[in-house]
T-cell receptor, first 112, second 114 residues
């Protein structure tokens, strides 16, 4: 059974600082997704990573995928308050299985 | 920009009652999904649907659950006899090519079972 683990689960950071959220998964996959969820809202797609070494950047967020290590990272650069949200990684194990298996999420709070 | 829509946004029901949650996926998408999120917990897969049949379902998706695409636009999730533990946010999602593009999530239906 595919397991997806994120850490940290809670992250409080100051504006302007950098930090990284880690997502480890237990079985071979080259399909990893990052979503953002604001309180009481739906999941907003941030990144789709489909190959080993994939790196994508949008604004202050950058995501990467290392399929050999079964690890994805979401790096936050110079955090701002608007980035406060819960961030989920999700893995698709491929083949004919299309379901996403989610991590528990990282609640990010950016303080002024 | 096209989006997934869901109705109702909040449904309150009594234990043992049937509920139907409705979703309109993005129009050219071919794959449809239901997920649920119990308050404060992670998002869990329930079922995927393609070509008018279930392609995969989780252990949560037991005989009390069913899905249907009654017409060319709607995708529904029915819970026949609700239990207290069914209380959760239910998200519908859709994608065009599974695995190769993202799944787009709707705003969710908050189901409260009393």
């Amino acid at each position: 059974e595919l397991k997806v683990e994120q850490n940290p689960l809670f992250l409080s950071m100051q504006e302007g600082k950098n930090y990284t959220i880690y997502c480890n998964y237990s079985t071979t996959s080259d399909r990893l997704y990052w979503y953002r969820q604001d309180p009481g809202k739906s999941l907003e797609s941030l990144f789709v990573l489909l190959s080993n070494g994939a790196v994508k950047q949008e604004g202050r967020l950058m995501a990467s995928l290392d399929t050999k290590a079964r690890l994805s990272t979401l790096h936050i650069t110079a955090a701002v308050h608007d980035l406060s949200a819960t961030y989920f990684c999700a893995v698709n194990s491929g083949g004919s299985n299309y379901k996403l298996t989610f991590g528990k999420g990282t609640l990010l709070t950016v303080n002024p | 920009e096209p989006e997934v829509t869901q109705t109702p946004s909040h449904q309150v029901t009594q234990m043992g009652q049937e509920v139907i949650l409705r979703c309109v996926p993005i129009s050219n998408h071919l794959y449809f999904y239901w997920y649920r999120q119990i308050l404060g917990q992670k998002v869990e897969f329930l079922v995927s649907f393609y070509n008018n049949e279930i392609s995969e379902k989780s252990e949560i998706f037991d005989d009390q659950f069913s899905v249907e695409r009654p017409d060319g636009s709607n995708f529904t999730l029915k819970i026949r006899s609700t239990k207290l533990e069914d209380s959760a946010m239910y998200f519908c999602a859709s994608s065009y090519t599974p695995g190769l593009d993202t799944q787009y999530f709707g705003p969710g239906t908050r189901l409260t079972v009393l």
